[in-house]
């Protein structure tokens, strides 16, 4: 089934290119199809680059995808075009009266700061504290994953002696979860991030879980045993590219970057990235949607018109 966004998102035509079936709001009010409702509110800087990631994963579901942008009122972007955030977000406000089947907050590249130091930190707590009576289930990414541990369960992020970036081997340690259904016992997913959450930390609250993590990496799966809320340390939503562009970028700044760790075939990044973590990315995002968004929200918690 489609993702249901904008008609003139710069998104959609790359999604076309590609295959993925794509609606916009006219053609979707003839259907009556009742679509799950997903917020995003996206922290990274380059929100066209994220937009297209997510809307990818969103879309290997046979579910119909309603996809609202969210902004953040007390932070102003710098890498993204005004006109582009006026034309496609919603501040936080105007959806606040709003039920949503599911939310996805992103990363943000704001690790090496502490939480309370960040500008807009503030306006994202209440949007978590909103997300316990207006969302289903919350899944958070990244700095968004260290975020949502803390504000939920004052679990403190750690800064690390070096960059962790790169593409990370991963081992189940519960299959029987219904968000991990259909994983191998061993996945790649990639990271990019300057903190972790150390494993003992999150063990201390029975009502969470660690699903999988990582012998280099740490932990990188942990949910919440009602299911209301997903932590992924990483990014399964990157691309064949971003970390290539993450790299040059820090490169051409003279910052201090190795490659990403497994990402070039023998290392050499003048050759193409290899690609091994779509398939793990496109289950979590699918089992995500399917078992703790669609199978858990009651019909009647969106409001819908005919």
């Known amino acids: 089934m489609p993702i249901k966004i904008q008609h003139d998102l710069p998104a959609r035509e790359i999604l076309n290119q590609e295959n993925i079936f794509v609606m916009d709001e006219t053609r979707a009010i003839h259907q009556d199809i009742r679509p799950i409702k997903i917020a995003i509110v996206n922290l990274m800087p ?35 075009a005004l006109s582009h955030l006026n034309r496609f977000y919603e501040p936080f406000s105007e959806i606040s009266a709003k039920n949503f089947d599911g939310l996805i907050i992103t990363g943000a590249p704001v690790e090496q700061l502490e939480f309370e130091e960040v500008d807009y930190f503030d306006e994202l707590c209440k949007i978590m504290e909103w997300s316990k009576k207006h969302v289903t289930s919350t899944l958070h990414l990244c700095w968004g994953a260290q975020a949502g541990l803390y504000y939920h369960y004052g679990i403190k992020k750690h800064l690390l002696k070096e960059k962790r970036f790169g593409i990370y081997q991963h081992r189940l340690l519960n299959r029987k979860v ?68 993450e790299y040059l970028r820090d490169k051409e700044k003279g910052l201090p970057i190795e490659p990403p760790l497994n990402y070039y075939p023998d290392d050499d990044d003048t050759k193409e990235p290899l690609l091994t973590w779509r398939s793990h990315a496109n289950i979590l995002y699918s089992n995500w949607l399917n078992y703790y968004v669609y199978q858990t929200t009651p019909y009647e918690f969106i409001q819908t018109t005919k």
């Open 46 to 80: 380059l929100k066209e680059a994220t937009e297209l990631q997510l809307l990818r994963a969103l879309s290997n579901t046979p579910l119909q995808v309603d996809v609202s942008f969210v902004s953040l009122e007390t932070h102003e972007s710098t890498h993204t």
């Open 178 to 245: 219904p968000l991990v259904r259909g994983f191998d016992d061993v996945f790649f997913a990639p990271h990019s991030r300057h903190a972790e959450v150390d494993k003992q930390d999150v063990l201390k609250h029975p009502e969470l879980s660690v699903l999988a993590e990582s012998k280099e990496a740490g932990i990188y799966l942990v949910i919440a045993n009602d299911g209301h809320q997903v932590f992924v340390m990483g990014h399964p939503e990157y691309d064949r590219y971003t970390l290539q562009r």
